[in-house]
T-cell receptor, first 115, second 116 residues
Framework: AQKITQTQPGMFVQEKEAVTLDCTYD???????LFWYKQPSSGEMIFLIY??????QNATEGRYSLNFQKARKSANLVISASQLGDSAMYFC????????????FGAGTRLAVHP | DAGVIQSPRHEVTEMGQEVTLRCKPI?????LFWYRQTMMRGLELLIY????????DSGMPEDRFSAKMPNASFSTLKIQPSEPRDSAVYFC??????????????FGDGTRLSIL
């Protein structure tokens, strides 16, 4: 069963607008963590933001915020005030409990920011 | 602080040749991961180590692939013999000991491997 689903293969947004990238996950473990990574065209993987399953508040990091809806098992990434440099692939990932340290990645969403 | 360092950045070789990819994790990180990224299969975990010991190698595609971590600051991923279908970007990542789940994995810049 697919554990991380990113249903949007591609998205585009106008510069300075906000955009939401969707991520849903599937786990029966009550303890887990959710991560978002950015992969620009240069290829490196850049960690953006983290949300823990027990965190009471949605995570924020600068222009990035995570819209965490636990009951719906969704962890959408919101990028505010988009910039041209935000154009990249974005991956959602999950780490489950049980003492393991594996990340399971979604297929990614390609974001294009238009001027 | 230095990040995860991978070498080489690019490798082009003929099928049948041995390929060795190298990784230096961030100092003090207990975990090291090897991933492969392709258009068809996305990002796949091949193997990961904890304190230099392989923990899960279930993602290693076949016996042609092997990985070692002789010490805390160095790991290799070897393909022998290489095949064109091994062409991909190979990432190494490291993370500190996980207390809870909040430690991200830090990725190297990857090795772009092309097998002709």
């Amino acid at each position: 069963a697919q554990k991380i689903t990113q249903t949007q293969p591609g998205m585009f947004v106008q510069e300075k607008e906000a955009v939401t990238l969707d991520c849903t996950y599937d786990t029966s473990d009550p303890s887990y963590g959710l991560f978002w990574y950015k992969q620009p065209s240069s290829g490196e993987m850049i960690f953006l933001i983290y949300q823990g399953s027990y965190d009471q508040q949605n995570a924020t990091e600068g222009r990035y915020s995570l819209n965490f809806q636990k009951a719906r098992k969704s962890a959408n990434l919101v990028i505010s005030a988009s910039q041209l440099g935000d154009s990249a692939m974005y991956f959602c990932a999950m780490r489950e409990g049980g003492g393991y340290n594996k990340l399971i990645f979604g297929a990614g969403t390609r974001l294009a920011v238009h001027p | 602080d230095a990040g995860v360092i991978q070498s080489p950045r690019h490798e082009v070789t003929e099928m049948g040749q041995e390929v060795t990819l190298r990784c230096k994790p961030i100092s003090g990180h207990d975990y090291l991961f090897w991933y492969r990224q392709t258009m068809m299969r996305g990002l796949e975990l091949l193997i990961y180590f904890n304190n230099n010991v392989p923990i899960d190698d279930s993602g290693m595609p076949e016996d042609r692939f092997s990985a070692k971590m002789p010490n805390a600051s160095f790991s290799t991923l070897k393909i022998q013999p290489s095949e064109p279908r091994d062409s991909a970007v190979y990432f190494c990542a490291s993370s500190p000991r996980a207390i809870g789940h909040n430690q991200p994995q830090h990725f190297g810049d990857g090795t772009r491997l092309s097998i002709l």
